[in-house]
């Protein structure tokens, strides 16, 4: 069976602080997704990281991916409160699957 | 900026009666999909749709567990002799292409069972 672990799963973090979200999975999948989810509310797509090597940042957010490793990095520069939420990596799994994450619960105290 | 669009946002059923949840994926998108949400834990993948029938469906999809198009419109999930544990938030996506696109999630119904 397909596994997405997430680490760490729960992650409190001082405001200006640099983090990492660890994300390893088990299949040879070279799509690797972001979504980020507020409590409550729906999934909001992040990153889609298509290929070995692949990096995207989007203002304090950037992810990478190395398939040879099976591990997608979220990294956070200089936390902000407004980054406070649960992030998911996700993967194609084989066929037309999509395997999420355990998720992680950001927490940016002020 | 489109959007899908999911209802009805909370149904409260009793145990062993029959649901529909509804969504209205995205216009022009071919792919769809149903996930589901246990409290507090991960998202689960439950069924994804194209050209009219089943592409995939996941060991959570069984008997129960149905879909459908009934228009150009709408995409529904039916769950028959609900139980307890389908308490659950219930998203539906819909993508433009299979892989390499996000998905676009609507923000969900949550189906509670008395």
């Known amino acids: 069976e397909l596994k997405v672990e997430q680490n760490p799963l729960f992650l409190s973090m001082q405001e200006g602080k640099n983090y990492t979200i660890y994300c390893n999975y088990s299949?040879?999948?070279?799509?690797l997704y972001w979504y980020r989810q507020d409590p409550g509310k729906s999934l909001e797509s992040l990153f889609v990281?298509?290929?070995?090597?692949a990096v995207k940042q989007e203002g304090r957010l950037m992810a990478s991916l190395d398939t040879k490793a099976r591990l997608s990095t979220l990294h956070i520069t200089a936390a902000v409160h407004d980054l406070s939420a649960t992030y998911f990596c996700?993967?194609?799994?084989?066929?037309?699957?999509?395997?999420f994450g355990t998720g992680t619960s950001l927490t940016v105290i002020p | 900026e489109p959007e899908v669009t999911q209802t009805p946002s909370h149904q409260v059923t009793q145990m062993g009666q029959e649901v529909i949840l509804r969504c209205v994926p995205i216009?022009?998108?071919?792919?769809f999909y149903w996930y589901r949400q246990i409290l507090g834990q991960k998202v689960e993948f439950l069924v994804s749709?194209?050209?009219?029938?089943?592409?995939?469906k996941s060991e959570i999809f069984d008997d129960q567990f149905s879909v459908e198009r009934p228009d150009g419109s709408n995409f529904t999930l039916k769950i028959r002799s609900t139980k307890l544990e389908d308490s659950a938030m219930y998203f539906c996506?819909?993508?433009?292409?299979?892989?390499?696109?996000?998905?676009?999630f609507g923000d969900g119904t949550r189906l509670s069972i008395l």
């Open positions: 996506a819909s993508s433009d292409f299979w892989g390499g696109q996000p998905q676009h």
């Open positions: 299949t040879t999948s070279d799509r």
């Open positions: 990281l298509l290929s070995n090597g």
């Open positions: 996700a993967v194609d799994g084989d066929g037309n699957q999509f395997y």
């Open positions: 216009s022009n998108h071919l792919y």
């Open positions: 749709f194209y050209n009219n029938e089943i592409s995939e």
